[in-house]
């Protein structure tokens, strides 16, 4: 029996280390991520390991879960807005195997959240963590390509070039014309990006109870916005910051008019057809709709 | 339901990698074991040991075998094992001049002391088709191994030649090349444990090199000598071979030697003007993992084109090579678009929708 499960220890996945990262790599991201905390906004470098998926699938947000998840932790994945997208069921996949963590849908059960892309539209709490992916972390790369020059930038909160660059699209375009990753103002003081969650999300940031932890892996930085911490989205005083809009559209499934929608084609009319992007708070609605009936 | 193309993504991800296996599975060609490719297909372990920044031909001959053939998955796999070793230490400094010789030449000089030595070098090969090599089999493989060794004087394991001296030092002894200003004080950079930060330290410039893309390096560095850039190199020396690595040994603090790497060493000269100083030659260095002539002369010329100042052009921007050319990351992030993007472009759709109504109320 004894020897079976020594066996069982020297084969196959057993041989990793508890959540995969060495302990000295842990160590390491959790100091750069509390440094980050200490710095709302600001962008801690840190040697980011190899993940076993590809640079640009969530490494950096799969570092900074590895390295704070414990055996007692509920992981919840989600891809756009979804716990079944293929991405976020490998990143699950993967992280079960590491830790055997106790994985959920439930936005509410989570202790932490590894997100690409949305945030749930349940608010979340003190007691929990999300962590964003993040492709780009320089909100400044769109008017600057040299790091050397945006960390200058940064240092000295030189943003004119952002602002300009703002309203040259409103001149262009009679629209700030920036879908997702819209930049913010992070404790007043650092212009942060949130990582491509649509606008709508971006209230969602501003002083939150739950603790926001933002990593790119490919390009080695760490951010933060801890709770209760000013985040406001850049805007001018006579043209403001708008949300996506949805107006008279809801979810097919529960009937939702204030939830971020996804537009689906239909491939056999051509009609539009929006539904609920945040999948776990379409099943909660649906479940409470037919409870009442 | 359109919405249903979602779900259903962990059957999806387990299929998709059944129909994979059965790619490299499916045929009749007998299995290919680890052992032949590191010995047969031995260049392509040497640029994975490379990229993938693990001195393993084992488990990069695996990890060619597991990607059916693609370098770039192949290092990614073999990075991917690397990065859950904890660090036990560094090794000494190496010494190159004491490096075990397969293959030595420059072609900045006619006659070097030691000689130029072509040793393994498919230059001078015609690129013709060998039909013979068409299912050889082990017998005809071991009678043609043995042809060839005949009447051949053995002189080690691997044929080495042992120590020669380095030509650039003969250039430096005259005074003709401007000296690298010495840092030795200062610990090495670990790009692997920090995140580089611009200007880089030259450590940090070549460890990033030497575990870039060979691709990536080749096509950086042909568009400077091609005219994007004017460092005009000459090849000082280029060098092949089994390099001892050391060891402070943790007790007694002596010397130990753990075992030998081969490596590929590329110095290159090029002309460097300081102004109100003598002019001289200044040196770009590459060197990198097996056997790899293209990416030791690329990171050489790359090494010596940014030490340009005021730079013009890409390859001598060292932030611009250096965020570049690591195979693992720009593949990465290249393809990640792959990856469902529909809450992004939802979003951009709508700025679009909005954009569009203000130019017809324009109208």
């Keep these: 029996m004894k020897k079976n499960k020594r066996a069982e220890k020297n084969s196959g996945q057993n041989r990793y280390n508890f959540a995969f990262l060495d302990e000295n790599a842990k160590r390491e991201i959790r100091r750069k991520t509390l440094k980050a905390i200490a710095i709302p906004g600001y962008q801690v470098p840190f040697g980011s390991r190899e993940m076993p998926i590809a640079r640009g699938w969530g490494t950096g947000g799969l570092q900074v879960t590895l390295s704070v998840i414990g055996k007692k932790d509920v992981l919840k994945v989600i891809d756009q807005g979804s716990d079944d997208s293929v991405n976020a069921v490998n990143i699950k996949r993967f992280i079960k195997k590491v830790t055997d963590v106790e994985i959920t849908n439930d936005s509410l059960r989570a202790t932490l959240i590894q997100t690409r892309h949305r945030i749930p539209e349940i608010p979340l709490t003190q007691e929990q963590i999300i962590i964003f992916q993040v492709p780009f972390p320089e909100p400044l790369r769109t008017v600057e390509p040299s790091e050397a020059e945006t960390r200058r930038m940064h240092a000295e909160a030189d943003y004119s070039r952002m602002w300009l660059y703002l309203y040259e699209d409103i001149v262009k375009c009679g629209e700030i014309s920036i879908g997702a990753r819209y930049p913010v103002y992070v404790n007043n003081r650092y212009i942060m990006d949130p990582s491509p969650i649509p606008r709508w999300d971006i209230e969602k940031l501003d002083n939150s109870e739950c603790l926001n932890l933002f990593c790119a892996g490919r390009e080695k930085r760490i951010y933060a916005i801890p709770p209760h911490t000013s985040v406001k989205p850049l805007e001018f005083e006579d043209f403001k910051f708008r949300v996506e809009n949805f107006e008279g559209k809801k979810c097919e499934i529960c009937g939702c008019e204030s939830s971020f929608l996804d537009e689906v084609m239909d491939g056999s009319t051509g009609a539009r057809r929006y539904f609920c992007s945040d999948s776990d708070y379409c099943e909660k609605q649906t479940a409470r709709k037919g409870n009442k009936q | 339901m359109g919405y249903v193309a979602v779900k259903g993504g962990k059957d999806a991800i387990e299929n998709a990698e059944r129909y994979l296996d059965f790619q490299r599975l499916k045929g009749d060609s007998p299995d290919i074991s680890t052992g032949q490719i590191s010995d047969q297909l031995y260049l392509a372990v040497d640029r994975i040991m490379g990229e993938g920044s693990l001195y393993a031909p084992d488990l990069a001959a695996l990890a060619f075998k597991q990607a059916a053939g693609d370098t770039f998955e192949a290092s990614f796999i073999l990075r991917a094992y690397r990065t859950t070793k904890p660090r036990m230490g560094y090794s000494m400094p190496c010494d190159t001049k004491k490096m075990r010789i397969i293959r030595r030449i420059s072609s900045a000089f006619k006659d070097i002391p030691g000689g130029q030595i072509l040793g393994p070098t498919p230059d ?187 730079s013009k052009h890409a390859s001598e921007d060292q932030e611009f090579v250096l965020s570049h050319i690591d195979g693992i990351e720009s593949m990465g992030f290249s393809v990640h678009w792959k990856l469902p993007h529909y809450v992004t472009f939802q979003s951009d759709l709508d700025r679009l929708r909005k954009a569009q109504e203000v130019s017809d109320e324009k109208e």
């Design chain 2, 124 to 310: 001078y090969t015609l690129k013709l088709l060998n039909f013979d090599l068409i299912d050889m089999g082990c017998k005809k493989r071991k009678a043609a191994l043995k042809a060839l060794l005949k009447g051949v004087k053995k002189r080690g394991s691997s044929g080495e030649i042992g120590e020669l001296p380095k030509v650039i030092d003969m250039l430096r002894k005259e005074g003709l090349v401007v000296e690298n200003k010495k840092d030795n004080k200062e610990e090495p950079f670990d790009v692997t444990r920090e995140s580089p930060v611009f200007p880089a330290s030259r450590s940090a410039s070549l460890q990033t090199m030497a575990r870039g893309e060979t691709g990536g390096l080749l096509l950086l560095a042909y568009s400077n000598i091609r005219g994007y850039g004017d460092i005009h190199p000459a090849l000082g020396e280029l060098r092949v071979g089994y390099m001892p690595v050391m060891i402070s040994h943790p007790l007694t603090g002596k010397p130990y030697e753990i075992g030998r790497v081969k490596i590929t060493e590329a110095e290159i000269i090029a002309r460097f003007n300081t102004e109100g100083e003598k002019p001289k030659f200044s040196i770009g260095y590459g060197v990198c993992f097996g056997h790899n002539e293209v990416k030791a002369i690329s990171m050489a010329i790359l090494d010596r084109s940014m030490a340009n100042s005021g």
